[in-house]
């Protein structure tokens, strides 16, 4: 099946600070997305990127599928930023359509 | 985004009952629902995919007589652990989707078996 690495696994910010998450994946994929999960364990959804650039707020994602990643920006980050960001994607076509495989994830603590 | 409600969040019970977790989509319908399992620590793991009015698909490893998953109706599905036991503890989540398009999860449902 896809292979799906997030780096780095942990990252201590200064609140203000900015950062970059990447997630690598082996192959093509049809879906892409962002999820925050909260200390209460729920996932945010933040991106639907497949492909591109988009941006919400501090938060902003670009894609590029012919090179097989897709990295995470968060500018001027908060402590309400903290948590673990998730990559997941989709590879369609066979068994296995429409499943969403993780990334390990980047455990985020933003400190005052 | 799309609201998806998973009930209840929080459970706890004692050896050999079985436990009831359901999953609604709330404002779309959801043609294909997920159920995760996710360790302190560790990555969503996929326990298996249900399609309305189907039979669910288990990945390997799964024990299918014990996480039995009913979806019933394009905007609710169950999963039931069956004679549950400690090992079962763990934190679980549902996932829905229509057809193609963006997952949205539920809130999970941490279980502790006693």
């Known amino acids: 099946g896809i292979q799906v690495e997030q780096s780095p696994p942990d990252l201590i910010l200064q609140e203000g600070a900015n950062s970059t998450l990447r997630c690598n994946f082996s192959?093509?994929?049809?879906?892409l997305q962002w999820f925050h999960q909260n200390p209460w364990g729920q996932l945010i959804n933040l991106f639907y990127i497949p492909s591109g650039t988009k941006q919400n707020g501090r938060l902003s994602a670009t894609t590029v599928a012919t090179e097989r990643y897709s990295l995470l920006y968060i500018s001027s980050s908060q402590t309400t930023d903290s948590g673990v960001y998730f990559c997941a994607v989709e590879r369609r076509g066979g068994a296995g359509s429409y499943q969403l495989t993780f990334g390990k994830g980047t455990k985020l603590s933003v400190i005052p | 985004g799309a609201v998806v409600s998973q009930h209840p969040s929080r459970v706890i019970c004692k050896s050999g009952t079985s436990v009831k977790i359901e999953c609604r989509s709330l404002d779309f319908q959801a043609t294909t629902m997920f159920w995760y399992r996710q360790f302190p620590k560790q990555s969503l793991m996929l326990m298996a995919t249900s399609n309305e009015g189907s039979k669910a698909t288990y990945e390997q490893g799964v024990e299918k007589d014990k996480f039995l998953i009913n979806h019933a109706s394009l905007t609710l599905s169950t999963l039931t652990v069956t004679s549950a036991h400690p090992e079962d503890s763990s934190f679980y989540i549902c996932s829905a989707r229509a057809g193609g398009t963006e997952a949205f999860f539920g809130q999970g449902t941490r279980l502790t078996v006693v």
């Open positions: 192959d093509s994929v049809n879906n």
